[in-house]
C-alpha cells in the first residue's frame, strides 16, 4: 500500500503542479493516521514516512476524515484553525481529500501548495477529485488486503493459542486432519485446586485470573517438555496429555514442585491424578461449533483420582503403576470411580 501511496503522490503532484502531496492511512480504532505517501519539491525535505499523527492534534485531518472536502486559500482568515498548527504545517493553500470506497473513508490525501499567493483554482480542485477517485480504487484494494492479513494474522495467533501450534500445523498439513478422530493410548494428567472457590471469593477477580493464567503457563510449559500438551483449561482445572505415563510422572511433579512455588503466597494449592488408557481424540461438535477434544473414561478415572487426592500430592492409578520403571513403595489404596463395577487401586507417587 505504501509503494502504491507513494507512486500516487508523484503522479498527482507532477500532474497538478503542486509543491506537496501527502497520503495518510486512517486507522479507525486508534483514531490517528499513518503517513503512507509523500511528494514534496524541496530538495532539502527529509521525509517522514511511517509516522503516526494523532486526530486530536490536526484538526483538518479530522474534518476531511468527518468526510468533508476541505479548502483554505488562504489560512491567516481560518479562525477554527489554531495559528501554531498553521506555523507547523507552513503552508499558503491547502486542499485535503478524504479517500474513500463507497461510505468507508480509509484515509486522506493532502495537497500543499507552499508558494504565496497561489490558489487553488476551481479546475485544480476538480481534477484533483478526479484524480483522487481513481486511486481511491486502487488504494482501497491494498487497504483490504492489509486489513485481511491482519486479520488473518490475529486468526492464527488466536488458534495457535487455542489449539496450539503442533494442531495449527496438522490442519495446514492434512486438510481433512478436523473430520479425523483417533484412538490411542495416552498418560491424562488431571490437575485442580483446592478449595479456589473461596479463595476467589476473597480476592479481586484480577487476581484470579492472574492465578489461573499461571497456572495454565505453567502446565503448558512444562508438558512441551516432556512431549505433552497442556489439552483443555476449565477454570481452575487442568486437563494434560503425555504419550506415556513416565513422561506424565516426571513432568506433573515438577508441575506440582512449581505450583506450590507459585500459590504458597495465597495459601493455595493443587492436586494431581494420574491414569494412563484408552482415548478418542479429534475434533468433536457439531455443525455450529467444534473443538479438539481428548473423550473416553480414562479422563473420568484420572478426574476422580484427583479428588481423592490431598493437597500438593499426585495419586496415580495401578495402570500408570506398572508401567513405570520406578518402583512404588506406598501403601495402596482403593477408590470407587463412578460407572465403574471394580474399585480402582491408586498409589501416592510423592
Same mark, same amino acid.
Given at each position: 500500500m505504501k509503494s502504491a501511496a507513494q507512486k500516487a503522490c508523484h503522479l498527482m503532484g507532477k500532474i497538478l503542479k503542486i509543491e506537496r502531496v501527502v497520503i495518510f492511512h486512517y486507522h479507525k480504532e486508534q483514531k490517528n493516521l499513518t503517513l503512507i505517501g509523500e511528494?514534496?519539491?524541496?530538495?532539502?525535505?527529509?521525509?517522514?514516512?511511517?509516522?503516526?499523527?494523532?486526530?486530536?492534534?490536526?484538526?483538518?485531518?479530522?474534518?476531511?476524515i468527518g468526510g468533508k472536502t476541505v479548502l483554505v486559500n488562504d489560512l491567516q482568515k481560518i479562525s477554527a484553525?489554531?495559528?501554531?498548527?498553521?506555523? &507547523?504545517?507552513?503552508?499558503?493553500?491547502?486542499?485535503?481529500?478524504?479517500?474513500?470506497?463507497?461510505?468507508?473513508?480509509?484515509?486522506?490525501?493532502?495537497?500543499?501548495?507552499?508558494?504565496?499567493?497561489?490558489?487553488?483554482?476551481?479546475?485544480?480542485?476538480?481534477?484533483?477529485?478526479?484524480?483522487?477517485?481513481? *486511486?481511491?480504487?486502487?488504494?482501497?484494494?491494498?487497504?483490504? *488486503?492489509? &486489513?485481511? &492479513?491482519?486479520?488473518?494474522?490475529?486468526?492464527?495467533?488466536?488458534?495457535?493459542?487455542?489449539?496450539?501450534?503442533?494442531?495449527?500445523?496438522?490442519?495446514?498439513?492434512?486438510?481433512?486432519?478436523?473430520?479425523?478422530?483417533?484412538?490411542?493410548?495416552?498418560? *491424562?494428567?488431571?490437575?485442580?485446586?483446592?478449595?479456589?472457590?473461596?479463595?476467589?471469593?476473597?480476592?479481586p477477580v484480577?487476581?484470579?485470573?492472574?492465578?489461573?493464567?499461571?497456572?495454565?503457563?505453567?502446565?503448558?510449559? *512444562?508438558?512441551?517438555?516432556?512431549?505433552?500438551?497442556?489439552?483443555?483449561?476449565?477454570g481452575d482445572e487442568v486437563l494434560l496429555t503425555f504419550p506415556n505415563p513416565s513422561d506424565a510422572c516426571l513432568a506433573t511433579k515438577k508441575l506440582n514442585k512449581a505450583c506450590q512455588l507459585a500459590f504458597s503466597k495465597y495459601s493455595l494449592s493443587l492436586s494431581f491424578g494420574i491414569h494412563y488408557g484408552s482415548v478418542n481424540v479429534g475434533f468433536i461438535g457439531g455443525k455450529y461449533y467444534k473443538n479438539y477434544q481428548v473423550i473416553g473414561s480414562t479422563i473420568n478415572v484420572a478426574a476422580h483420582i484427583q479428588k481423592q487426592t490431598p493437597s500438593n500430592q499426585i495419586y496415580i492409578s495401578k495402570d500408570v503403576k506398572d508401567l513405570l520403571n520406578d518402583k512404588i513403595s506406598s501403601t495402596p489404596r482403593k477408590i470407587k470411580v463412578k460407572h465403574q463395577t471394580k474399585p480402582t487401586t491408586i498409589y501416592s507417587l510423592n
Open positions: 511528494y514534496d519539491q524541496d530538495p532539502n525535505h527529509v521525509s517522514a514516512l511511517g509516522e503516526r499523527h494523532s486526530l486530536s492534534a490536526h484538526p483538518l485531518d479530522r474534518k476531511i484553525t489554531p495559528q501554531k498548527v498553521l506555523k &507547523k504545517v507552513s503552508v499558503h493553500s491547502f486542499l485535503g481529500l478524504p479517500l474513500k470506497s463507497g461510505k468507508e473513508i480509509f484515509g486522506t490525501i493532502c495537497f500543499d501548495r507552499t508558494k504565496p499567493k497561489k490558489s487553488f483554482s476551481k479546475k485544480d480542485i476538480r481534477l484533483a477529485h478526479l484524480m483522487t477517485e481513481e *486511486i481511491s480504487d486502487t488504494l482501497y484494494r491494498f487497504h483490504l *488486503i492489509k &486489513k485481511n &492479513k491482519r486479520l488473518l494474522n490475529f486468526s492464527r495467533r488466536y488458534l495457535s493459542w487455542l489449539l496450539g501450534k503442533d494442531i495449527l500445523e496438522k490442519l495446514d498439513e492434512d486438510k481433512d486432519f478436523h473430520q479425523k478422530l483417533e484412538e490411542k493410548n495416552l498418560a *491424562i494428567v488431571v490437575g485442580d485446586f483446592k478449595d479456589s472457590t473461596a479463595f476467589s471469593l476473597k480476592v484480577e487476581t484470579v485470573i492472574e492465578t489461573f493464567s499461571t497456572l495454565y503457563d505453567l502446565s503448558s510449559k *512444562i508438558a512441551k517438555k516432556h512431549s505433552g500438551r497442556l489439552h483443555e483449561t476449565r
